[in-house]
Structure formats: structure tokens, C-alpha cells
């Protein structure tokens, strides 16, 4: 984790301690984690590391996380002011908040292109409104129901249904999820996903940094770690036209969430008892 604050403080003292993590520690988690701090620091210095990170590392997730990195830092794709004003102004006080029968707490977050995006402005509309928590570009759980969002686009919106996803990340890592920097080479995805849905996407998704959002609704972010990054909980949350929170599920670990399908069905007939047949019975750490 303190690879992390160094990468959002954009710590330039910190770039040959993050070296030395990258080429000696055995874990590949703290590999990544440093690699993602050296993006975000924007370390030009150190890209022949990273560029061979990327080429040569055993581990698929660092590979990975090489990759992005040295995108970012070939644009100059630093963490932004806004990611670590986020961190700093976290407010425990105000965490686990939502409560299915209340209104949810109201928030305001940008959507990759920097429009704000207004919860206010779709609760209460006599519509429903489904807010999605995903995890990131390498989740292909996440991917699929991109795909399903743009398959079902028409009867969400005869429906009623306003849909907006969420990432607990900055903007650039936000942008990789929705096709808008790098793409990378996933190795679960037979085609590009840029060439065949990104400019499909009709809804907005969203900022949410540092998972502040996110930990008022209860979703946890930076719960665990799974592909070598410290991630939210997947969470589904649905709010009723009378601006109620009428369903609100938390995942045991990447694939444990109701399908947009199944999401739809839900809001069709109201009844909200959904319960995924893998779910765990204790979460995942």
C-alpha cells in the first residue's frame, strides 16, 4: 500500500526504492504496485526497466501493469492534483452510509472526458437509476458487461433506466477501461475491444478516485488484491423512481454480481432477492 501513496504523492525521491522493488521483490503484487507508483510518478528514467518488465516478467499481471506505465509515462500521463486531494480529504465519517429503503448519499463524479456527472440529476425523475461498480481495464467480468450495456441499451431505456459505471481510479487508468488510451494486450480477449464496443458506449462512466464514492456506498475499495492490484468490491446498486435505494449488492470476489440481464428482470417485476449461486460465504481478502 505504500507504494501507492508514493505513486498519487508523485514522489520523485522514491523512484530508486520503487526500482529496486520492481527488479528484487518475489511477490509479483508488490511488483505491480510499485510499477503503477513509476507510471504515475511519470519516471522517464526509469523506462528500459519497465520496458523489459513488460517483455520479460513471469508474472502476466506485471506485464501488464509494465505496459500501461510506460504509456502513461511516454504522454506524460502523471496522477493528476484531483487523485491525491481525493486521498487526502477521505472522511471515515462518512463511509457505509447507503441503506436499501433510504435515499442514497448524493455525489458528484466525472466521467473520463471531465463532465461531471449528477446523481441528483437522475434520482427522482420517476425513472430508475443503476449505479455499477467495475474493477478495472483487465477485468473481462467487467468487459462482458460492457458488452451487455450496449446489447440491452434499448430495453434499459424503455425501461426507464438511467446506468452509470464506476471505477475507484484516475483518469487515465479510467480511460484505458472505456478505450480511450492504450490497448492493451489482454490475455483473455480473442478480438480488440476498441474495434468491436468502444465507441458503442452510451452511458457514462465514471471517476470515483481514491473510492470515495465508493466507501460512502459501502463498496470497499482497496478491499483485495486480485491481478496484482489492490481493487473495490464489484457492487451493484439500483434506486427506485421514488429515489429510495431499493437493492444494494456487494460481491465475495471478480465474477459474484447480478448480469445487466439479470438487473433488468429485477427492476421488470421489483422484486430484488437476488442472491449469485457462487456467492461466498465468507469474502475474499
Not at 499481471?61 to 509515462?73: M, P, T
Not at 487515465?172 to 492504450?182: A, I
Not at 468502444?198 to 491481478?227: C, E, F, K, N, S
Request: charged residues 30%; aromatic residues 10%; glycine residues 8%.
Amino acid at each position: 500500500m505504500c507504494a501507492t501513496a508514493l505513486g498519487v504523492l508523485r514522489a520523485h525521491s522514491a523512484i530508486n526504492a520503487l526500482e529496486r522493488v520492481v527488479r528484487e521483490d518475489p511477490d509479483p503484487l508488490a511488483r505491480s504496485q510499485a510499477i503503477v507508483a513509476l507510471g504515475q510518478i511519470g519516471a522517464d528514467e526509469s523506462l528500459e526497466l519497465l520496458r523489459d518488465r513488460h517483455e520479460t516478467d513471469d508474472s502476466k499481471d506485471v506485464r501488464h501493469q509494465a505496459e500501461l506505465a510506460v504509456d502513461r509515462i511516454e504522454k506524460g500521463a502523471v496522477a493528476e492534483s484531483e487523485l491525491e486531494t481525493a486521498y487526502r480529504t477521505l472522511d471515515p465519517g462518512t463511509f457505509e452510509q447507503l441503506e436499501v429503503g433510504e435515499a442514497p448519499p448524493p455525489f458528484k463524479l466525472p466521467d473520463t472526458d471531465g463532465r461531471m456527472w449528477d446523481l441528483g440529476d437522475s434520482v427522482g425523475n420517476n425513472g430508475w437509476t443503476v449505479l455499477i461498480w467495475v474493477f478495472a481495464d483487465w477485468c473481462p467480468v467487467c468487459h462482458t458487461e460492457f458488452d451487455e450495456l450496449i446489447e440491452l441499451r434499448e430495453e434499459l431505456t424503455d425501461a426507464d433506466i438511467d446506468v452509470a459505471t464506476i471505477e475507484c481510479h484516475g483518469q487515465y487508468r479510467g480511460r484505458v477501461m472505456v478505450g480511450r488510451e492504450l490497448e492493451p494486450e489482454y490475455w483473455f480477449a480473442d478480438e480488440s475491444f476498441t474495434d468491436t464496443y468502444t465507441d458503442q458506449i452510451w452511458w457514462p462512466h465514471l471517476l470515483d478516485r481514491a473510492g470515495a464514492v465508493g466507501a460512502t456506498y459501502g463498496v470497499d475499495p482497496m478491499a483485495y488484491a486480485v491481478h496484482g492490484e489492490y481493487v473495490n468490491r464489484p457492487a451493484t446498486v439500483i434506486i427506485g423512481p421514488a429515489g429510495t435505494t431499493r437493492f444494494a449488492y456487494y460481491g465475495t470476489f471478480w465474477g459474484d454480481r447480478p448480469s445487466i440481464e439479470e438487473t433488468l428482470e429485477m427492476i421488470r417485476t421489483e422484486e430484488f432477492d437476488f442472491e449469485h449461486p457462487e456467492r461466498r460465504s465468507v469474502l475474499s481478502e
